[in-house]
């Protein structure tokens, strides 16, 4: 593929697609406006709600259950055939929608698989003796979920080794956790320790990075009942959705600003870039193994020390303890970890269908295709919806209809690495995404359970979400709507009387969209009941993520993947269709004002003790919600027959997520650039407003430094002031400068 250059580069159409939007944008524009209504050309002819409500019937649950059944009918892990030949599959199927183009995109990249001559496996050793293995794989409980290509459970990116010591017990292995230990148990010393924690709460390459910053040797990581079989007593997998005691939770575990490739950070892995030295890399640097609680039973049952304290202790029957060490001092544990990291080629899919009147403006929809085994919930549940929602755009297309602008669908490779694909994809084509994409909408896993909708976005696009989800059937009963049931089941806490949306954190492909050039970002799933407190749904990323799951557990008729489908179909309708952007500023001011009261209720009295006081931001705030007070006034006025007007208030919403971007990038995170919002430091799952701020507050009193931290501060407040006022100033009238 690497040679054919013309056929898959973006950046060669481009001068056509400039060239071509100004003539053809021009006689459109000229066509759309100046004439009347009623003897408008075929493509604008149907009024806006006709096609919405045609896009919404035409979307079918028949479908979405048909496609997730071919797509998880067999593993298809990132860089092996089978995820090339889906791709492929993509491609010819987008090429017979007739969408105006569709491209096969292969990047280079940094992956890694375990050694099938030599597998990954922890031990108990008593002098240089063997006394128990774990399991090589997870049992196969369905005789249907067996398959040759089903991959050991592992942890991408481990380093290889053989390393023994003594097994110490350090709960979630969060920060929070390894600092608990120091102050409670100053006597644990974890340097030449081999760590064992639970899965859940944050970000698994955020506990290797802890574990390794403690003098770990090795760490493993299980699934304990307590986070993953809740009722696993009464049931577990094949007779309930709970995960079994060989179930174990394959992930890689790279943190990095940068996400993507890991030898190539910022820039897309073509032939001719230049790659790191692994060494010179983030990836960890001690062996990582994934196990079962059958298996961690067996090891934690041997753990000598003090019994832990109460919200340490998971639930399987035995009495936990944090070692260091066995009952048996002769007895060690051993892990031996043979996963070798290697450069293999991943693949894009993106079909294009151009946009009659705006085509240099982008609508993208991304959902990743990898998995790690049969991936029936992450991320095919996800890849099900995509495909639908392409065949109803096609569907639309051939009455004649065409979106105002263009509307991307992209499926990525290589997510379950680190966002891989996307990561690519953005750094290759920052310039023309940076300048035209309109908006990034994903869905990673479509459908995780069975008790509502949930969003996950920035503010700018949330009243567009709400109303996307008001048009819709939700997929229990299918007689509310989407947004009933939202708004009943997951109301925002701040008594808005809205549904919650919360800030986006990380996790999935929209990150690179969102966090490294500023496009405006939404994630929809349909998930499973908050009241059950479960860190994610019970098997994710095991063998057991299967077809049968779904259709057993999570949502038997499909309603609620249709119900996502339909509102992901209206929603990028709405985007790639209306003539004034659906963007909220105001939404975006009350959100910056109820981010900027947190902190203050939470740093207020600390800062004042320092002499920082909330006046500068405060007045930057006052001014960015009077400019976007304005702005939505103004709007109501402008003349949707004026072309350049239209356009000139499309660019000004264009370019407010785009404001927050700060091109140094956050401290120590350079590839990080949006102030507002970005992934937490101590969680990669988690989101956080101001971050940088919140980077800087953290444990401030224990630092020894406070004249350096405090300036830090100093710093990140006048960033802070500075940024949301130059957002401001892109919502002021244009035809006065500043
Ligand atoms: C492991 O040690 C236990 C207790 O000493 C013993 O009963 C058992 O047979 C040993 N197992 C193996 C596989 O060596
Ligand atoms: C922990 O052990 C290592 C080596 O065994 C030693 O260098 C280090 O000082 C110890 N740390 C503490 C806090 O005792
Ligand atoms: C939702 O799914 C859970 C787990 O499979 C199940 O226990 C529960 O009964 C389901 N609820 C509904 C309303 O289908
Ligand atoms: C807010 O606007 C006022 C009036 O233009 C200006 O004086 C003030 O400096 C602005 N605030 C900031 C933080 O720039
Ligand atoms: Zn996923």
Known sequence: ????????????????????????????????????????????????????????????????????????????????????????????????????????????????????????????????EVNFTTALKEEILRPEDDHPDVVPPFNAYSAQGEPEGPLVYVNYARAED?????????????????????????????????????????????????????????????????????????????????????????????????????????????????????????????????????????????TYRYGPGFINPERKVKMSIHTSREIRTTYDVIGIINGA????????????????????????????????????????????????????????????????????????????????????????????????FRAKSTPLLQGAIYDAAKKVPDGETRERTTYDVWVERLPDNSGSGLPSVNVLGSGSDFAPFMYRIGVPCSDFTYTYDTSLSISSYPVYHSVYETFYTVKMFIDYNFWRHQSVARVMLEFSRNLADSVILPFGVLDYANKLKSSIDNIEDEYGDKMAAQDITFEFVDSALTNFTAAATFFEEELTDIDVNDPIAVRRVNDQMMQLERAFIDPAGLPDRKWLRHVVFAPSSVNYYAGDAFPALVDAMYQIDDDIDQVTRWNAVRKQMAIITFIIQSAASTLTDVTQFG
Not at 110 to 125: Q, R, S
Not at 206 to 211: G, H, T
Not at 237 to 252: I, V
Request: glycine share 10%.
């Open 1 to 128: 593929m690497r040679g054919e250059r013309s056929r898959f580069s973006l950046a060669g159409i481009i001068p056509f697609i400039v060239i071509g939007s100004i003539l053809f944008g021009v006689g459109v524009l000229i066509g759309h406006f100046g004439i009347p209504e009623d003897s408008c050309p075929s493509f604008s002819s149907i009024e806006d709600d006709d096609i919405s409500q045609m896009m919404v019937d035409e979307c079918k649950a028949e479908n979405i259950e048909e496609n997730l059944r071919q797509l998880s009918s067999r593993p298809h892990l990132a860089g092996t055939p089978a995820e090339k030949e889906n791709a492929e599959m993509l491609v010819n199927l987008w090429t017979e929608y007739g969408f105006d183009s569709v491209r096969l995109l292969p990047y280079d990249v940094l992956l890694a698989y375990p050694d099938p001559d030599n597998p990954n496996k922890v031990m108990i050793t008593e002098n240089g």
């Open 178 to 318: 390894f600092e608990w230990l120091a102050k409670n148990k100053p006597e644990i010393n974890i340097t030449g320790c081999i760590a064992i924690a639970r899965y859940g709460k944050v970000f698994r390459g955020n506990k290797v990075l802890s574990a390794q910053a403690e003098g770990a040797i090795g760490i493993i990581l299980y699934s304990d009942p307590a986070d993953y079989a809740v009722d696993g007593d009464v049931s577990v997998y094949p007779d309930s959705w709970w995960l079994p005691d060989t179930g174990a939770q394959r992930g890689n575990t790279f943190v990095s600003d940068a996400k993507g490739d890991p030898v190539t950070p910022g820039y897309p892995a073509k032939p001719y870039m230049y790659r790191l030295d692994d060494a010179d890399t983030a990836l960890p640097k001690i062996p990582v193994h994934p196990i079962g609680y059958g298996d961690a039973q067996h090891l934690l049952s041997e753990l000598s020390g003090d019994e832990v304290t109460s919200d340490w202790a998971g639930s399987l029957a035995v």
């Open 357 to 452: 009147i705006e085509p240099d403006r982008y609508v993208l929809l991304g959902n990743h295709r990898d998995a790690w085994v049969y991936g029936a919930v992450d991320p095919s549940s996800g890849t099900a919806v995509l495909m639908e929602g392409a065949r109803v755009y096609s569907q639309m297309i051939k009455t004649g209809w065409r979106p105002r602008r263009t509307v991307m669908f992209c499926s990525w490779g290589a997510e379950e690495y680190g966002l891989l694909g996307s990561t690519e994809f953005v750094e290759e084509y920052q310039k023309v995404l940076g300048e035209r994409a309109v908006a990034y909408i994903n869905t990673d896993i479509a459908v995780r359970g069975n008790f509502s």
